[in-house]
């Protein structure tokens, strides 16, 4: 049995060693030695060129940093956190053959994690006031949940599901119940489901029915409020698609039965299939939600890296800006690029030094980043 216990998942050693990369870097630098060639120069990732006015979260930079640590280079990049829109997110300076394997996965980290975090910004900003946990975690390769988790918390949601991506993060899980839970005990025994439930779990894990298992939810939600009484903080719904109908509709008539029966302290949480859309359109009737597939399984950021600057000369492919670049915040929140050093006066250059001659010069601290992202959210929208 190989250390991956049979699945078929790229250990972290050739991550760190440069395996984890596309053939042709591997030829690439073959034939540079070959060839004794190896130029200084300045590479850039970059998504758009230019400002298109879609901003975008850039995640993925601690794996980043830790990747590239260690090696014979300078790098600067945006914190975390940064909404950009066009431009390079991260520059590297230094000899082309001392980084070259490592840019499949550099990319990897930061395309898929920034792709994620902005999806899950969308969903924190459809409902600024709720209580908003990423549930998504089970539709995507287990090797990358801590990933997924991370991303969606650096964007400003409250909590996730994984638990072992919370052990990584040194977060605690959030969760309750699955329908399978209450079919164990069978139908019309929604009951005794409800009441283990409250009899087995931790005091401080929150009393949270689900309600939509086998009858009409109004029903399985004033059975719950008379089974658990004042224990019971929160009714969960997760009505399939098939049987939702008008879900708002629905969770009115949940509200208003409770409230009718005295009940108007249990809150009401939702989830299944659910996107900023439907988070702006209930968050009047509900306290949190469940956001699954539309964070988990956000496109990646299409971000590429490309050589702007070659022996000290400006150069680039067809289709790329050359020489090297800056990014900068303006006061009234706008994105602009430019050629470095000569951005706007009034405006905040966004790189900065991440790695000095191989040493890592910058600390992440995840609550930092949360607040830094939530700040230039502010500024930017």
């Not at 431009?87 to 300076?93: C, H, Q, W």
Request: one cysteine or more; a negative charge.
């Amino acid at each position: 049995m190989s250390e991956s216990h049979g699945f078929d998942i790229v250990p972290t050693d050739a991550i760190a060693d440069g395996r984890a990369t596309d053939a042709y870097f591997d030829r690439t630098l073959e034939t540079l030695d070959h060839a004794g060639k190896n130029p200084r120069v300045v590479a850039e990732v970059t998504a758009d060129q230019f400002p298109t006015g879609e901003f975008e979260l850039f995640a993925g930079v601690k794996d980043a940093a830790h990747l590239l640590a260690g090696l014979p280079i300078d790098v600067d990049a945006l914190p975390e956190g940064t909404l950009f829109d066009g431009g390079p997110v991260l520059r590297i300076e230094g000899r082309y053959r001392e980084f070259a394997r490592y840019e499949t996965s550099l990319l990897g980290f930061l395309s898929h994690a920034s792709g994620v975090a902005t999806a899950a910004l969308d969903a924190r900003r459809a409902a600024p006031d709720s209580q908003v946990l990423s549930f998504g975690a089970r539709h995507v390769h287990p090797s990358i949940a801590a990933m997924i988790e991370r991303s969606a918390l650096l964007a400003g949601l409250d909590g996730f599901s994984h638990v072992a991506a919370g052990d990584v993060l040194e977060r605690e899980a959030s969760g309750t119940m699955p329908h399978a839970l209450v079919i164990a005990f069978g139908a019309g025994h929604q009951e005794d489901a409800w009441r283990a439930f409250d009899d087995a779990v931790p005091a401080e894990v929150p009393r949270v029915a689900l309600v939509d298992t086998y009858s009409d939810e109004k029903d399985e939600a004033l059975r719950a409020a008379d089974t658990l009484g004042d224990a019971l903080d929160s009714i969960r719904l997760d009505t399939t698609g098939s049987r939702r109908g008008n879900f708002e509709h629905i969770i009115r008539e949940v509200r208003w039965e409770l409230d009718a029966r005295g009940h108007d302290d249990v809150g009401i949480f939702v989830s299944g299939g659910l996107g900023p859309s439907d988070l702006d359109a209930l968050r009047e009737h509900v306290q949190g939600f469940g956001v699954g597939g539309y964070v988990s399984n956000a496109d990646p950021v299409d971000f590429a890296l490309d050589i702007v600057e070659r022996d000290g000369d400006p150069c680039a492919k067809r289709g790329k800006l050359s020489g090297k670049k800056d990014v900068y915040r303006t006061r009234e929140g706008g994105h602009e690029v430019a050629l470095a050093g000569r951005g706007p006066d009034d405006a905040e250059s966004l790189l900065q030094p991440l790695i000095r001659d191989g040493e890592l010069v910058r600390e992440f601290d995840l609550d930092e980043s949360r607040e830094h992202a939530r700040e230039d959210a502010e500024r930017v929208f």
